[in-house]
């Protein structure tokens, strides 16, 4: 049986960057507060924990003083860079330079429809580290939008500024956006609204889903890997199973059944931006010594 590793699945560069930021510094002090999971994948947090990182909450950290905090990938609302300051707390900021180009957009466009009495939309994920963050550039008054159910929040009677979050689907997104734009000229007529659409989704993420398409097309069956709270996860999941039906989702090599290769003559293991390389060669093992 064939078992093939997708090599183009595993850690974004942001994720990669925050990692490195985290044994760099657990190497040299042995011990370091992240707020939040570094990564949602519960394996290598629990790797890392093994290190020397503590994971603490935002409630946490506001009791913290005098010490080192790293900030992952997903970034933070302006509120943490605040207390930090507040608190005697040096910031190891490992934020993705794409979210924080993304924040920076986003606090531009909530000043300019803010002028013209309209909306801030984001789409993406309520309660995600990395829409907290964005939320947080506009004072809180963005409307976030997961679903076509979500767009009977606005008023299509105001202009509408809309983003991304930057782990969204790309098809998602242009749904979304097509509907907006039909809900607006069904309110006010055509070409007598105001409508920003940006699309503001990270193309190293997006540009995985074609090659998932590939990837799954080729193998008999398909593990995809990442853990349970990963967003990216559970949409290129949905990729691979919409064009292989065995397709499976796993976060560990205990999830993993032998039934499911029974007859296989390759397999195919792919995974999310969150997912660990090692973590995916170790299931590789396990399917192999079956």
Excluded at 39 to 64: A, K
Excluded at 151 to 158: F, H, I, N, R, W
């Amino acid at each position: 049986m064939l078992v093939e590793i997708d090599k183009k699945s595993g850690f974004c560069f942001g994720v990669v960057y925050a990692i490195q930021k985290a044994e760099e510094e657990l190497e040299k002090h042995g011990k370091l507060y992240c707020l939040g999971d570094i990564v949602h994948n519960n394996v290598e947090v629990e790797r890392l924990s093994g290190r020397g990182l503590v994971t603490i909450d935002h409630e946490q950290f506001r009791n913290l003083k005098d010490c080192m905090v790293l900030i992952r990938a997903h970034g933070e609302p302006p509120e943490t860079y605040k207390i930090a300051l507040e608190n005697n707390i040096e910031l190891i900021d490992a934020s993705c330079p794409v979210v924080l180009k993304l924040q920076n957009r986003i606090k531009n466009g909530f000043d300019l429809i803010s002028s013209q009495n309209g909306q801030i939309v984001i789409y993406g994920k309520e309660g995600h580290a990395e829409v907290n963050g964005l939320v947080g550039q506009t004072k809180y008054n963005a409307i976030v939008i997961g679903s076509i159910e979500d767009l009977d929040k606005l008023d299509y009677t105001k202009p509408i500024n809309l983003f991304s979050q930057t782990t969204q689907s790309k098809e998602g997104f242009r749904l979304i956006s097509e509907e907006i734009k039909r809900r607006l000229e069904a309110v006010n007529g055509k070409d007598n609204y105001t409508f920003y659409s940006n699309d503001t989704i990270c193309r190293q993420v997006s540009h995985r889903e074609p090659d998932l398409i590939e990837f799954s097309k080729h193998h008999d069956v398909i593990i995809f890997v990442s853990g349970k709270k990963s967003s990216n996860g559970k949409i290129l999941y949905t990729v691979c199973k919409s064009v292989n039906e065995k397709t499976y989702f796993v976060s560990e090599p205990k999830d993993i059944v032998q039934d499911w290769f029974s007859g296989v003559k390759s397999v195919g293991i792919c995974g999310a931006t969150s997912t660990p390389r090692w973590l995916m060669e170790k299931i590789s093992e396990k399917i192999q010594s079956f």
